[in-house]
């Protein structure tokens, strides 16, 4: 599971897995690694590229997302 790192401007949206960070694991959080293109049954329409985020250490995923930019403009 992702948890984010702090609130603070450097830290709001970085992460550290927790598992990995417990068992003293040296990790890194990837975002942005390419997902699978939404299909026709997405609320989006079919053919929007995705992102996730990915650990390093033990591999555990999350997502896909498909971007706010791409869908409303983060509204």
Do not use: Q
């Not at 603070?8 to 959080?29: A, F, P, Q, R």
């Not at 293109?37 to 989006?44: L, Q």
């Not at 995705?50 to 791409?70: H, I, M, Q, Y």
């Amino acid at each position: 599971m992702f948890v984010m790192k702090g609130m603070t401007t450097e830290l709001i949206n970085k992460y550290d897995c927790s598992v990995c960070k417990e068992m003293g694991i040296e990790h890194e959080v990837l975002k942005d690694v390419p997902g699978p293109p939404t299909t026709k049954s997405s609320c989006w329409g079919e053919g929007l590229p995705t992102t996730k985020r990915k650990c390093t250490g033990c591999g555990f995923e999350d997502g896909p997302w498909v971007s706010a930019n791409l869908v409303g403009g983060g509204w």
